[in-house]
């Protein structure tokens, strides 16, 4: 069974701690995506990565900045958390070519600073 | 831009009751449109896609149909049932998208027995 794994589950952290959030896939897909999720908001985009060490950034890449040095892993920094970054924050992949619009996600991280 | 909207939730319906979603975008060209859904502590699973207009997406009983002339792609099921309790998002491509979904706010739906 295919599957995405995010590390944690619930995260508690303090405004300007640095924040690791890390994503790993065991398809071999290419592409790789975070997303934060808000009430009303439905999902944003904040980085994506299409090939081990490419990133761009997504819709709301502030904040945030992404490593991605395997292919099967991508992580997700916030280098000093505020309290504005308190969300549930989704990993997806997706395989390249014709199926690269089919994600498959994790479970979420729900992150809460203080 | 690219857009989605969708009917905002929570929607209350019971048992066996008949389904409707409504989900309408704004995009350029011709987008693929998708239903993703997320079931209470998991992750967001596609549900039903369609690519091209008067496509007919389906999957577990779920339907949705691509008008491109009314630019909508609403989710329906003849009837539902409590596990179909979840988190249902509309989602388009752009037709110069390769890797970007538009997402829309996603409605709930919680089914009573």
């Known amino acids: 069974d295919v599957k995405v794994t995010q590390s944690s589950r619930y995260l508690v952290k303090r405004t300007g701690e640095k924040v690791f959030l890390e994503c790993v896939q065991d398809m071999d897909h290419e592409n790789m995506f975070w997303y934060r999720q808000d009430p009303g908001l439905g999902l944003r985009l904040i980085y994506f990565s299409y090939d081990v060490k490419m990133k761009e950034k997504g819709d709301i890449p502030e904040g945030y900045s992404v490593s991605r040095e395997k292919k099967e892993r991508f992580s997700l920094i916030l280098e000093s958390a505020s309290t504005n970054q308190t969300s549930m924050y989704l990993c997806?992949?997706?395989?390249?070519?014709?199926?690269?619009?089919?994600?498959?996600f994790g479970a979420g991280s729900r992150l809460t600073v203080l | 831009g690219d857009s989605v909207t969708q009917m905002e939730g929570p929607v209350t319906l019971s048992e066996e009751a008949f389904l409707t979603i409504n989900c309408t975008y704004t995009?350029?060209?011709?987008?693929?449109l998708f239903w993703y859904v997320q079931y209470p502590g998991e992750g967001l699973q596609l549900l039903l896609k369609a690519t091209k207009a008067d496509d007919k997406g389906s999957n577990k009983g779920f339907e949705a149909t691509y008008r491109k002339e009314t630019t909508s792609f609403h989710l329906e099921k003849g009837s539902v049932q409590v596990s179909d309790s979840a988190v249902y998002f509309c989602?388009?491509?752009?037709?110069?998208?390769?890797?970007?979904?538009?997402w829309g706010a996603g409605t709930k739906l919680i089914i009573k027995p």
């Open positions: 989602a388009l491509r752009g037709g110069d998208s390769n890797y970007q979904l538009i």
């Open positions: 995009a350029t060209g011709y987008p693929s």
């Open positions: 997806a992949s997706s395989p390249g070519g014709a199926g690269a619009n089919v994600l498959t």
